[in-house]
């Protein structure tokens, strides 16, 4: 699956490859000394429950917005060279990759820095909810781990 034309921030019901969209983003600066991934993936177990099924469900248009706006804000703010967003909706199995945020730096330092903020601001502000079922019924997630 290749994705060097795709856009940097997407929202999408498929999954994603986390090797070529790493190789996509290289390819934005032959400057990038270090690049920091944080993957999210779906885990059976929250806050002792057992999880049966996730769903995420997301405000059109208001979603992406936001998060074009972290990874703007993220290259200016972090002096980064470029960040990928990724995040699917809908039905998401256990196990199966739900976040993908690839900050890519001239150095690690900042690229660990612009990708461990942009996850907490992508979790605080960007308005995707996610739905457990649970042994004890349906709970929408409402705080940040």
């Known amino acids: 699956m290749s994705t060097t034309l795709q856009p940097k921030v997407r ?6 490859s986390v090797t070529d969209e790493i190789e996509a983003l290289k390819k934005s600066s032959k400057n990038i000394g270090g690049l920091v991934v944080f993957l999210g993936t779906g885990r059976e177990l929250n806050k002792g429950e057992s ?4 769903n995420f469900e997301h405000y059109p248009k208001m979603a992406e917005k ?3 706006d972290i990874r703007v804000k993220a290259i200016k703010d972090f002096n980064i060279i470029d960040m990928s967003i990724i995040h699917r909706i809908g039905h998401i199995d256990i196990g199966e990759n739900i976040v993908l945020i ?8 900042e690229a660990f820095v612009a990708c461990e903020w942009a996850i907490a601001e992508l979790k605080r502000t960007t308005p995707i909810w996610k739905k ?7 709970v929408w997630v409402q705080s940040t781990p």
């Open 11 to 16: 929202i999408q019901r498929e999954d994603f």
């Open 51 to 54: 999880i049966a099924d996730l």
């Open 66 to 68: 936001k998060l074009d």
């Open 102 to 109: 690839i900050a890519a730096g001239e150095h690690r330092k």
């Open 132 to 138: 457990e079922t649970t042994t004890k019924g349906e």
